[in-house]
């Protein structure tokens, strides 16, 4: 596609529920990024894609958090049993390579666990 | 582990001020460093980028410098604009991993 595409944009969802959370990059973008951007704080990363292979999910707060990459392509961040503390903003950015290419963000899913 | 360190917001500054916004790392070896704008209601993007120590990365006015000696990748640019308010994060390319580690981000403020 022409840009990084991420849905839903907006999700409302009660604690407890389980959230799926899409990345669509653009066509061609071996590496995927997951961050979560919380109110008033920086980029917090939480894992990496080459290809369909994750070299480092470091950054994944808890075991409630997974995330995965299908076809080298689309990439479903999961967060299970969601906390009023997972509510933030849930950004995807891809890059050709990874190395030292630019990075291009998608809008974000704002996610608010009520 | 590899690090950015940025300064504090938010900046505060009147139209045609002379802007800086620190920005230093911790990396094993020569990463490269991006500086990324976020404007108010949309993505991130990247600004400018410099891949090797003395390398100078511009863009629409803004200049960063890849100083090795000093670990910084300081943000300038000569006369801001209203339009330049935004959220500006410094960020490295992790050299094993291809990683993208950020700064906490640092909001610029202008006023006229």
């Known amino acids: 596609g022409a840009g990084v595409s991420q849905s839903p944009s907006n999700k409302v969802t009660e604690k407890g529920k389980d959230v799926e959370l899409r990345c669509d990059p653009i066509?061609?973008?071996?590496?995927l990024y997951w961050y979560r951007q919380s109110l008033g704080q920086g980029l917090e990363f939480l894992i990496y894609f080459q290809g369909n292979s994750a070299p480092d999910k470091s950054g994944l707060p808890s075991d409630r958090f997974s995330a995965e990459r299908t076809g080298g392509s689309v990439s479903t961040l999961t967060i299970q049993r969601t906390q009023q503390e997972d509510s933030a903003v849930y950004l995807c950015a891809t890059t050709r390579t990874g190395k030292n290419t630019e990075a291009f963000f998608g809008q974000g899913t704002r996610l608010t666990v009520v | 582990g590899n690090s950015v360190t940025q300064m504090e917001g938010p900046v505060t500054l009147s139209e045609e001020a002379f802007l800086t916004i620190n920005c230093t790392y911790t990396?094993?070896?020569?990463?490269?460093l991006f500086w990324y704008v976020q404007y108010p209601g949309e993505g991130l993007q990247l600004l400018l980028k410099a891949t090797k120590a003395d390398d100078k990365g511009s863009n629409k006015g803004f200049e960063a410098t890849y100083r090795k000696e000093t670990t910084s990748f300081h943000l300038e640019k000569g006369s801001v604009q209203v339009s330049d308010s935004a959220v500006y994060f410094c960020?490295?390319?992790?050299?094993?991993?291809?990683?993208?580690?950020f700064g906490t981000g640092t909001r610029l403020q202008v006023f006229p």
């Open positions: 066509s061609g973008h071996t590496a």
């Open positions: 960020a490295l390319s992790d050299i094993g991993t291809d990683k993208l580690i």
């Open positions: 990396a094993t070896g020569y990463p490269s």
